[in-house]
């Protein structure tokens, strides 16, 4: 962790094993940073560059070998990978070059930013793919957001085979996570609970459900609405414009919350979510919508305070849904999430003693990646210059085993130190 000493404001990290020290990270997140500043470590934008051009200033300004950049809405991370030493200057010239405007103040940067090395480098990523760090325990949004991350990264020719290796693992760690374990099982989303309760009533995709408020809870509905083929949604909402941005999306109608006491085109749920402070729906309103239907209807109500009297759920047939018993479910869930951590972290430890295996593998084959077209010079050498005279002597058969000999000598020559090189990391 990022950490000022008080006597010698010198930064200090997590250090992990010499052979994985070129991995860094540095980043900022909504476990210590609320999202408004979050954004202050954002590349952004500019007038005149973009983020290309800006990443591209920094690696360079930076001499960074490797680099991968992700910016979500509760995250931004700068993945490294230099053979440099990260101290208190560079973090807060690195900083100073993301954001010119920055508070670059020890105090403040250590407040924020956290820096991770080596081996705790590499664990972080794979939590944070896992969804162990997000703010959604179990949430599968961040490693999509990472690969892409990575993508762009490469196009941009930032990245090459050392975080290339890490990714790989990074997915394969996080698809092993969600296999492996239940983390991303029992949604936890209100909105995803409601929308669940309702599938189970059984009811029919022709059903006409009338949407009351067009907010951020209710447009999140919506996208559910759609992806399951709800094909009769009405929406209403103090705001004309914004119900109609919900109703083009869902192939529905839209109409003003005050024209609601007028609807008589029935309905068979209602799902409402108002910033009102009071009920909305209220018995002499919950009649005219019915307009004589006694048929069962299902209610989800997601406001806070509720928007459905309590009068209208005890005197009217219907399945009523609310956001109280949707929250209590959603702890539940959130702890059963919770219970998971501990498996997962067992699986993301396997998985980084694998990583580091493979990694040094790989320097290993980098490092001997000469050896073959050493060995064929040797032997072509030997063939015409150092043996050429006593070769030129030998009959057609004889040099044919003896080329026949060296080529399986040369084959042999080069198999017995990469194997022996693999077995000594075994």
């Known amino acids: 962790m990022l950490m000022v000493n008080s006597h010698h404001n010198i930064l200090t990290s997590e250090v992990s094993s010499s052979m994985l020290k070129s991995y860094k990270i540095l980043t900022v997140t909504h476990k210590r940073t609320n999202l408004k500043e979050i954004g202050q470590f954002v590349v952004s934008n500019g007038e005149d560059d973009s983020v290309e051009t800006q990443l591209i200033q920094i690696k360079t300004k930076f001499g960074i070998e490797e680099l991968m950049y992700l910016s979500t809405c509760n995250r931004v991370m700068y993945l490294f990978?230099?053979?440099?030493?990260?101290?208190?200057?560079?973090?807060?010239?690195?900083?100073?070059?993301?954001?010119?405007?920055?508070?670059?103040?020890?105090?403040?940067?250590?407040?924020?930013?956290?820096?991770?090395?080596?081996k705790n480098a590499i664990?972080?990523?794979?939590?944070?793919?896992?969804?162990?760090?997000?703010?959604?325990?179990?949430?599968?949004?961040?490693?999509?957001?990472?690969?892409?991350?990575?993508?762009?990264?490469?196009?941009?020719?930032?990245?090459?085979?050392?975080?290339?290796?890490?990714?790989?693992?990074?997915?394969?760690?996080?698809?092993?996570?969600?296999?492996?374990?239940?983390?991303?099982?029992?949604?936890?989303?209100?909105?995803?609970?409601?929308?669940?309760?309702?599938?189970?009533?059984?009811?029919?995709?022709?059903?006409?459900?009338?949407?009351?408020?067009?907010?951020?809870?209710?447009?999140?509905?919506?996208?559910?609405?759609?992806?399951?083929?709800?094909?009769?949604?009405?929406?209403?909402?103090?705001?004309?414009?914004?119900?109609?941005?919900?109703?083009?999306?869902?192939?529905?109608?839209?109409?003003?919350?005050?024209?609601?006491?007028?609807?008589?085109?029935?309905?068979?749920?209602?799902?409402?979510c108002t910033g009102a402070t009071q009920a909305v729906i209220n018995i002499d309103l919950y009649n005219r919508l019915l307009n004589g239907d006694t048929a069962h209807k299902i209610v989800v109500d997601l406001s806070i305070p509720n928007n459905v009297s309590r009068e209208v759920v005890d005197q009217f047939d219907m399945t009523y849904i609310e956001i109280e018993g949707l929250r209590s479910i959603s702890e539940q869930n959130k702890a059963f999430r919770y219970r998971e951590i501990t498996l997962v972290k067992k699986l993301l430890k396997q998985r980084l003693i694998g990583f580091e295996t493979l990694f040094q593998q790989r320097k290993i084959a980098r490092a001997m990646r000469h050896v073959?077209?050493?060995?064929?010079?040797?032997?072509?050498?030997?063939?015409?210059?150092?043996?050429?005279?006593?070769?030129?002597?030998?009959?057609?058969?004889?040099?044919?085993?003896?080329h026949e000999m060296l080529n399986y000598m040369e084959r042999r020559c080069i198999g017995i130190p990469m194997k022996a090189a693999q077995d000594s990391v075994l």
Request: proline fraction near 1%.
């Open 81 to 118: 990978y230099t053979d440099q030493d990260i101290d208190q200057k560079w973090v807060r010239d690195f900083a100073t070059a993301v954001n010119p405007d920055l508070d670059v103040t020890d105090l403040y940067l250590n407040e924020h930013l956290l820096l991770k090395e080596g």
């Open 123 to 272: 664990s972080h990523l794979l939590e944070v793919a896992a969804s162990v760090d997000s703010m959604v325990i179990g949430e599968r949004e961040i490693l999509r957001q990472l690969r892409e991350a990575y993508d762009q990264s490469y196009k941009w020719g930032f990245t090459g085979d050392n975080i290339r290796l890490l990714i790989k693992t990074m997915v394969e760690s996080a698809k092993e996570v969600y296999a492996q374990t239940r983390i991303g099982e029992k949604p936890i989303s209100v909105v995803s609970l409601a929308v669940q309760e309702l599938l189970k009533t059984k009811i029919s995709r022709e059903a006409k459900i009338l949407l009351i408020g067009a907010g951020k809870t209710n447009s999140l509905v919506s996208k559910f609405l759609k992806k399951h083929q709800f094909k009769h949604v009405t929406v209403f909402n103090r705001t004309l414009d914004r119900a109609k941005q919900l109703a083009r999306m869902l192939s529905g109608q839209a109409h003003r919350l005050s024209d609601l006491q007028n609807f008589k085109n029935g309905f068979d749920a209602i799902i409402v």
């Open 372 to 402: 073959p077209t050493e060995i064929k010079a040797v032997k072509e050498r030997a063939i015409n210059e150092v043996f050429k005279k006593q070769l030129d002597e030998l009959d057609e058969d004889a040099l044919s085993l003896v």
